[in-house]
């Protein structure tokens, strides 16, 4: 993504996925913070693929995944504040 600041950021499929802002995702996080050993839900088979984009208004995006998941909006703040590794 090209932001306004002349910055370009490659968000991995995977990593935008596991950082969903939405409410699930929120509370698969914060069981694996609490329980290390906890099972989190298969993803689906296959590659992890982004099969839309939707707008939302001018200020976020939702991103539907072939996992099937399409909860959770990205805001235009929120990806700028994601920080992705090189590993995604």
Do not use: C
Request: charged share 20%.
């Amino acid at each position: 993504m090209d932001w306004n600041d002349s910055t370009t950021v490659f968000y991995p499929v995977a990593f935008l996925r596991r950082m969903s802002p939405s409410a699930d995702t929120k509370a698969a996080k914060e069981e694996q913070e609490n329980n290390p050993l906890a099972i989190l839900p298969p993803t689906g088979s296959g590659p992890l693929t982004i099969e839309e984009i939707e707008l939302v208004g001018n200020y976020a995006v939702r991103f539907v995944f072939s996992d099937g998941h399409s909860a959770g909006i990205y805001t235009w703040e929120y990806l700028q504040s994601l920080q992705p590794t090189q590993n995604g």
